[in-house]
DNA sequence: TATGGGGAAA
DNA sequence: AATAATTCCCCATA
């Protein structure tokens, strides 16, 4: 390493945040920067992260103090902090919290509170807010609480706008610290097992009960809703149910799709007390609605035609339901939305990896299921084996001669295609399977072609969406026993949480550079049995799948993952001089 | 009860 | 900004 100063990171006045990572302060350095700020570039060796306002706002949700995050900055800063950046962080935190939701003695009425006069008129004059706020009038019947004592200026609001003004707030920029009462819901009898079906002792983790005492608070007003975030592997779905057993009501469980409805039945009948006819399935093919129904998001968000309501979304006011979780919360489908805004009296867990969506409703999630309560950073998991260590590396290859010219008059689609179906990756997939000899392996593709290519010459099954459950299951249980080594997927393998463990993952074409799926298949695939995984990407060098590229590995360097990246001239077993150039940390076991 | 097709979604 | 593939829902058939 060069230049170890211990002073891995340069702040900048337009709120980004270099990070060299060939710093020996580096890790560290990242560890305290994730938890208020969000990767944006990741390249071989400066990283770029930007403090925004909700990474703020989360920060100052979980307790944080400007001073806090200023403090570390200044700790890992090469040049001294920029002034104007405090004092926007200063504004931004301190506006978490500047509106405060309590409940007053009406039953159907809350108080939106402010100590800020300024806040105050904004809102009075604003054209659609203000349909919504009844100002209020200190002389009249109408009580607020005095022990503690609210803010002194404010307005009353409807219980039924809890969610659309916390949503408008939060748009124009005042995130709402929600203090009103939650509703109980029936109350159920559960308890965690402490062994499973097979006699292994079962115990929680100590992660997993910070989680869930983070999300209910004891009670406290302005607790027991918001977002938990775990690495993928970490056991999201343990402090789901240890958030039940704590709470002791009632439980709606939506999922993004069957596969997870059933996972989730599973471990509900496996690691609680629970009875099996007090779990029910909401799905496609099943109605069950019991005292903890697992449901699909799609089922709730479904609806004959555009014109039409959701017919499912009676669901969600069936049952008195004390909580509601939200699995994959970075998921949730823009119509489900709407109905959270209706169910700000309820209970709400989300449970994700990365609270990054694509489509940039951020905002939509912190303020209507909640602010993120806990997280904890993937390195601390891997250091105490709770999850695998993994690698990944990004080989890039040349197109074969004979592709360069139809490369080069393509139009920008078929551009893409063409990068990805570069037969060269085809020996680069065989030379790193026989580096894995023994291994087990999958093979990843987004074209069913080239899969189909790569699958004969392999020898190696193929597994699409077309392939009848039945086949799979018979091939999970081969690959899980190991009598198939090396299996070729499509993007089954995004969903598919069945699929078996493997402690490599080869993937010779992704779509357009979404993090999410990166993280969802390196996450879903390399479970913690090994000790190492790697997660091997194969691009076109000098094509649009260059740009891509970095776009998805943005996620998986912000969870701490670390990658290079190998040029490849050929097999390295055949050529006589090999000049592979690496760069990154190295790989090589 | 199973199977297949159409439409929508992310 | 965009592709291709997948999955989910319901409904119609047998």
Redesign the pocket.
Known sequence: MFNPTNKPLIVQSDSTVLLDVHDPGAEEARRSLSQFAELEKSPEHIHTYRITNLSLWNAAAAGFSPEELLGSLQDFSRFPLPDSLGISMKETMNRFGALQLFPTSEDKVLYLGTRQKAIYAELEAHPRLKKLLIPYDPQSARGIQTEPAVPPLGFLVQLLHRGTIKQQLINLGYPVEDMAPLREGSPLDITLQDRTPNGQPFEIRDYQTQSVQAFLGEKRPGTGFGTIVLPCGAGKTIVGLAAMAELGQETLILT??????HQWIRELREKTTLEEDQIGE????K?QIRPVTV?????L??????ESDF??FDLLRSRNWGLVIYDEVH?L???MFRVTAELQALRRLGLTATLVR??GLEREVFSLVGPKRFDIPWKDLEGRGWIAQAFCVEYRCDLPEARKIPYATAD??QK??IASENPIKYDIAEYLIAKHRGESILVIG????Q?RTISKELGAPLL???T?QTERDVLYSKFREGSIKVLVV???A???IDLPDASVAIQISG????RQEEAQRLGRILRPKKQHSFFYTIISRNT?EE??SL?RQKFLTEQGYRYSIEIWDGDPRTDPAPHTRSSGEKTEA
């Open positions: 993004t799709n069957s596969s997870a409805v909401y799905t496609g093919s109605k449901a699909t998001y799609q089922i968000v479904w609806r004959p035609d555009k017919p499912h998921l489908p823009a119509p694509e489509d920008r689609r893409y295609r987004q074209y069913l072609d899969l699409t969406g077309e009848p499509s993007k089954v995004n969903f598919a779509s357009f550079g979404s649009s740009e891509f776009n």
